[in-house]
């Protein structure tokens, strides 16, 4: 048996990306969203309300997005359930901060995987805007890589489970993309 959901719209798995912007006085802000996903090899598309990260975009134009990871979880939600309009989140957090070798956003040395990113649009909505950057410089810790290559499993990425309202570890590898389906043609 299957239940309908009616217009109730899951997309699994949501990422935690944190959006990392300076304002106008160079405070750094760090906001959770997980209405995103990527475009081509090198966009990100993200859905973006009205906030300060977005006058923050409006303004310079350049950004940073990290992964949330299982150690950072906490402090990811709270990047998504306070604004910084004149609070110092990054502070608040105990998080610590330097500028961005290719763009004027700030990178969080707590989050170990960081996508430096230009703003190509932000297309007005209902809600807000459609942001779509494209990424200009990826920096990574060298403690998530596994023979030179990133390995989520070391870095513990979370998502973002909408059904339950709770963050979730992804999880461990199944089997290889683009071979296992092959049994089948
Ligand atoms: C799990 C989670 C996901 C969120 N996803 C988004 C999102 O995709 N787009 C968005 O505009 N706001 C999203 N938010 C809300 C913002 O993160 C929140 O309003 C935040 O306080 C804005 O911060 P700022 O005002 O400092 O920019 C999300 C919040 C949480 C907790």
Not at 6 to 12: Q, S
Not at 30 to 49: K, T
Not at 165 to 177: F, L, M, S
Request: charged share 25%; with cysteine.
């Amino acid at each position: 048996m299957r239940k309908n959901f009616g217009k109730k719209t899951i997309i699994t798995p949501l990422p935690v990306v944190i959006i990392g912007t300076y304002d106008e006085n160079g405070v750094p802000n760090a906001m959770n969203a997980a209405w995103a996903g990527q475009i081509d090899s090198h966009q990100i598309i993200i859905s973006l309300a009205k906030h300060k990260t977005t006058d923050n975009l409006l303004l310079k134009n350049e950004f940073t997005v990290s992964f949330a990871t299982k150690d950072t979880a906490a402090a990811s939600d709270y990047f998504g359930i306070e604004s910084g309009k004149g609070i110092n989140k990054i502070e608040k957090a105990g998080f610590h901060v330097t500028k961005g070798e290719y763009t004027d956003a700030p990178v969080f040395a707590e989050y170990p995987l960081t996508l430096e990113c230009k703003v190509v649009e932000m297309k007005p909505d209902t809600e807000g805007y459609l942001l779509i950057g494209e990424t200009v410089n990826m920096t990574v810790h060298e403690s998530i890589l596994t023979d030179g290559k990133i390995d989520l499993g070391k870095m513990e990425p979370i998502m973002f489970d909408s059904a339950m309202n709770k963050y979730r570890v992804v999880g461990e590898i199944v089997c290889d993309a683009f071979k296992a389906g092959a049994q089948f043609k």
